[in-house]
């Protein structure tokens, strides 16, 4: 039905500012890249997150101490107002979005990993986007995801996607610090390839999202060597993820070996 299916995840760094307040106008971009997609027959599922600190900014401080139950309250709370601001943008290109959240055992084989295939194959068939994000209310620590770059990475594979898309706010993976000017672009990864010394420790606050560069190398590295072309790029930039989809060299692309030469 589409000449392409894409798996799209944007973290919380690229939808938010400096004072870790959602922006409205990223979203946008987003939205319009998905639906200019959508006219040349290219569906996108979205693994969105952003719940969080969308709790955050509607509740303010909390008074809870448990961190994983301060977790599950700010994202009860901040899940149906991101799908309130993606229903209104989608809405404004003529598109329609659902929410999807999963939890870690639905990717377990069963029953449960089924009832998610056709949940996510029906609304694609309909013209539906999807839109997912692990169900943070209701998930446990022992079950939970890593983080959504993992949740992207198992539903590309669920789905069969033909790529992966991951966006962050910097342009991929970098030989050192982004910051630096003796610091390079990685371009091309392999899924075996050992990246230890391009990862830095990740010392983000909670609200700021779970995922660091070396777990969307992880996953990204996984999703790969299924066969699937994966993407780390900068998703505050306007048309990365068209840009991508048309071929261009755009942020750290990781590849089977044999994709690389094509």
Known sequence: MYKEKIVVKVGTNVMTNKDNRIV??????LVEQIAKLYERDIITVLVSSGSVIAGKE??????????TQRRQVYSAIGQPRM??????????????????LPTKRDFSPGVHRQ??????????SEGVIPIANEDDAVSVTMS??????????LIAQLLNADKLIILTDIDG??????????????????????LDKYIK?????????????GSKLD???????????????????????IDIIDGKNVGTRVTLEEELIK
């Open 83 to 100: 799908m309130r601001l993606y229903y209104n943008i989608f809405h404004d290109y003529g598109m329609k979005c659902a929410q999807v």
């Open 24 to 29: 409205r106008p990223v979203l946008r971009n």
């Open 219 to 241: 996953y990204a590295q996984q999703a790969a060597a299924k066969g699937i072309p994966t993407y780390i790029a900068n998703g505050k930039k306007k048309n990365t993820i």
């Open 201 to 213: 420790d990740n010392n983000k606050k909670e609200e700021e999202g779970r995922g660091g560069m």
């Open 144 to 153: 939970m995801f890593s983080d959504n770059d993992e949740l992207a990475s």
């Open 58 to 67: 509607v509740l303010g401080k909390s008074n809870i101490e448990d961190r």
């Open 173 to 194: 993976l970098y030989t050192g610090d982004p910051n630096e000017k003796n610091s390079d672009l990685v371009q091309h990864v392999k899924p075996e390839e050992n």
């Open 115 to 124: 009832n998610m295939v056709n949940c996510c194959e029906g609304l694609l």
